[in-house]
């Protein structure tokens, strides 16, 4: 898969791809029906924005991304999107009307053949451009517009706010049954107090900085190592939280990985949350937090295998 940060100046081998268009944070079942009306049109591309507009709009409102954008790519690229079409979202880009984006972006600058839409798409200057508008510029500026009805699965209206629920109420297949795929945290290794290695459970640390977090606690989880030499997938169990037991703490996520040794400090890893075990608790003494330890790894096991 090829990533663009740009949409001008684009080689004529860059243009000519049908596209789907949105945001698709968490890239659910919602996000890939638009992406399936996609195929089959030429080149199969997405276009979509970094950062999200709401994070240019709202800069101080509570995180609330379900992935980060190396997360959105990885999971695209599985989906066999051969052009991710990244474009840096600016007040400028929020400021064309409907038909100059239409028109400088998506004809002029990326040169798409076909564009897939969901039903609730809105676009341009104030959000004022809506998928009928879309229908009507792409017939004067020469490509053919599909608007994908809403997914429900079980009546349920699939929406990355509803999965936002799902994770913070501590619902993680619940997620998963409408992502189509774990719910997962991917980044960087980084180095921590390195407690758990005392206590016996080295652990891998990796900032949630800027996501949704789900709710808070100890979770049986799949990891899958991205890169380094000891790249491939294990089970383990994960704490996702601020470590009461230690004083006030930003949250991270420390997730040990079963039969494992090796040295992951600067690889990447994604995280998948396959079951919420229990919350944070506060022991009396690192013994009884061991012990705890045990518990829930050995419940982990049982979820996930070794």
């Known amino acids: 898969m090829r990533i663009y940060n740009h949409w001008q100046g684009l080689e004529a081998s860059d243009r000519g791809a049908s596209i789907a268009m949105g945001n698709f944070d968490g890239v659910h079942l919602g996000h890939q029906h638009v992406i399936d009306l996609a195929r089959g049109r030429g080149p199969l591309g997405i276009v979509t924005f970094e950062p999200h507009p709401r994070e240019v709009f709202a800069p101080d409102a509570p995180p609330f991304r379900l992935m980060n954008a190396g997360a959105r790519a990885n999971r695209l690229a599985k989906l066999g999107i051969e052009r991710l079409y ?27 053949a076909h564009v897939v839409v969901g039903a609730d798409f809105c676009f341009g200057k104030g959000r004022s451009g809506t998928t009928a508008d879309l229908v009507d510029l792409g017939r004067r500026h020469g490509f053919d517009v599909t608007i994908a009805d809403l997914l429900k699965v079980e009546h349920l209206e699939i929406s990355s706010t509803a999965i936002r629920t799902a ?24 180095h921590g107090d390195k407690r758990g290695r005392d206590l016996g459970y080295p652990t891998a640390n990796m900032s949630v900085s800027g996501l949704h977090l789900p ?56 995280v ?35």
């Open 86 to 112: 990244e474009l840096p979202f600016t007040r400028d880009l929020a400021a064309l009307t409907p038909e100059e984006f239409a028109r400088d972006v998506l004809a002029n600058g990326l040169g798409v």
């Open 215 to 270: 709710r808070l606690g100890v979770y049986a989880v799949k990891v899958d190592v991205l890169t380094g030499p000891e790249k491939g997938s294990y089970a383990g169990a994960a704490s996702l939280g601020v470590r009461p037991m230690f004083g006030t703490n930003r949250p991270n996520l420390e997730s040990h990985l079963f039969d494992f040794s090796g040295d992951l400090y600067g690889q990447h890893l994604s």
């Open 167 to 190: 994770l913070s109420e501590g619902r993680p297949r619940d997620a998963a049954a409408m992502l189509g795929h774990w719910h997962r945290i991917e980044g960087e290794v980084l």
């Open 272 to 306: 998948a949350f396959v079951d919420y075990l229990r919350p944070e608790m506060v022991f009396d003494d690192l013994p009884g937090l061991v012990a705890q330890m045990d518990a829930d790894c050995a419940r982990a096991r049982d979820i996930v295998g070794s």
